[in-house]
């Protein structure tokens, strides 16, 4: 695992999250859905050593929905997460089945995401979690409004906060100033599962993710103001509200 200063970087993006965003406070018990990529894992490794010299007193454990219906080995992340001190607890699921087999959804990357995301906040509330930390980072929240404005019309994104009243449960990202490109440094490092889904790299979002690359190389430091428009609401100029229309 990359030590010391390599691990430095995404710290400092965790640590400037927290305080731009207040994720983080004394007490809190925090379920990391690890789903076995590197960004969950990164996160997960990340907030282990942030527990070590922040001042704020927080306990973690990693949740893992199992989609394949058992078929899946997740012994090394077991690993990774003793290597850590951190309990793991596998929440077993039939969502690919139900996915591609029964519902037969054309784009059942929506509804593969809602059962994942249930099974997960789920799971955390009966541990006893208050938080959720999920592993999207600053090119997540850019696919996702270039996404939402491309295909639905909307100027709309995730949030780096999000409290869910009905399981009293709030969501946080603590990778969101991290880039793909900084935590794909660390992929030989982690015990990274290769991805189940039938339709890994054949998205929408596997589309806007090569868009951004292009946009970024032929318009040098286009991904950094994106991203910077989007967390900074001081960079937001957009028209007022008709007259008459409801806020």
Do not use: W
């Not at 691990?7 to 993006?13: D, F, G």
């Not at 731009?20 to 859905?33: E, M, R």
């Not at 059942?108 to 938080?131: D, I, Q, T, W």
């Amino acid at each position: 695992m990359k030590t010391g200063k390599d691990i430095q970087k995404i710290l400092s993006h965790l640590r400037r999250a927290d305080q731009d965003f207040g994720l983080l406070t004394h007490g809190d018990k925090i379920a990391v859905g690890l789903s076995g990529g590197k960004d969950s894992l990164l996160l997960l490794r990340a907030l282990a050593a942030y527990q070590k010299f922040d001042h704020t007193n927080f306990e973690l454990v990693a949740i893992t929905v199992d989609c394949t219906g058992g078929q899946a080995d997740f012994s090394k992340i077991q690993e990774f997460c003793s290597s850590l001190g951190i309990k793991l607890i596998i929440e077993p699921s039939e969502i690919f089945k139900i996915v591609f087999d029964i519902k037969k959804e054309k784009n059942p990357c929506s509804l593969c995401s809602k059962l994942r995301r249930g099974m997960l906040y789920s799971a955390a509330a009966r541990e006893g979690c208050n938080k959720v930390a999920l592993g999207h980072h600053g090119d997540d929240l850019i696919e996702t409004f270039l996404l939402s404005f491309l295909y639905e019309g909307r100027l709309s994104t995730f949030s780096p906060s999000s409290y869910l009243d009905r399981t009293d449960i709030t969501i946080i990202r603590p990778l969101i100033y991290a880039s793909e490109k900084e935590i794909k440094s660390f992929i030989r490092e982690l015990p990274v599962l290769e991805n189940p889904c039938p339709v890994n790299h054949h998205t929408q979002r596997e589309f806007m993710k090569n868009l951004i690359k292009k946009l970024d190389t032929e318009i040098p430091g286009a991904r950094k103001r994106m991203l910077d428009a989007l967390t900074c609401a001081d960079r937001y100029n957009l028209l007022p509200r008709r007259k008459g229309e409801l806020v």
